[in-house]
T-cell receptor, first 116, second 111 residues
């Protein structure tokens, strides 16, 4: 069983389109994250959700919006795609809680987005 | 603002060698430090996590140390194997800001 899964694995689309990437975890974790890895392989956090509450937003354009229908899912919606959005997007999850800030993160396989 | 750097950027060694990967961070106020492995076209796999109160962690042939005061961590890989070839990333955790990742060290172990 895959712990953290993402769909689609590859996404090629035209500039200006709206697209979504889905993420699901079956680990019973309470916090999920979205990361962007650019062409230089730098990994930067975009969002994290804990119990349906957004707790981090690292100056990401408002064209990007996370949607969490339940604790096991955190989807990423992107509006009006731009060339610079081309990257690999990783979903991750962890078990946090009020005081535990030290749990490891489990990553999905990534979604490779190419905007033409 | 926390910044994480890793040296070297790339490393190529013959099989069987012991090697050290370095990670440096600018702000010592961290909760933990984690080492990950990323294989080409794949996601990240957690290798070792060191709490801020710990000095080192070991798992099999891997040993990671943490010196918070100097802002440094090392990942020691003993008796390297071709299967160890991957990019190794370190990340520090700061309260309210989650993980900050380094750029990675690309390791090639030659048979």
């Amino acid at each position: 069983d895959t712990a953290v899964s993402q769909t689609p694995k590859y996404l090629v689309t035209q500039m200006g389109n709206d697209k979504s990437i889905k993420c699901e975890q079956n680990l019973g974790h309470d916090t999920m994250y979205w990361y962007k890895q650019d062409s230089k392989k730098f990994l930067k956090i975009m969002f994290s959700y804990n119990n349906k509450e957004l707790i981090i937003n690292e100056t990401v354009p408002n064209r990007f919006s996370p949607k969490s229908p339940d604790k096991a899912h955190l989807n990423l919606h992107i509006n009006s795609l731009e060339l610079g959005d081309s990257a690999v997007y990783f979903c991750a999850s962890s078990l946090e809680g009020d005081t535990k800030l030290w749990e490891t993160q489990y990553f999905g396989p990534g979604t490779r987005l190419l905007v033409l | 603002k926390q910044e994480v750097t890793q040296i070297p950027a790339a490393l190529s060694v013959p099989e069987g060698e012991n090697l050290v990967l370095n990670c440096s961070f600018t702000d010592s106020a961290i909760y933990n430090l984690q080492w990950f492995r990323q294989d080409p076209g794949k996601g990240l796999t957690s290798l070792l996590l060191i709490q801020s109160s710990q000095r080192e962690q070991t798992s099999g042939r891997l040993n990671a140390s943490l010196d918070k005061s100097s802002g440094r961590s090392t990942l020691y890989i003993a008796a390297s194997q071709p299967g160890d070839s991957a990019t190794y990333l370190c990340a520090v955790r700061i309260y309210g800001q989650n993980f900050v990742f380094g750029p990675g060290t690309r390791l090639s172990v030659l048979p």
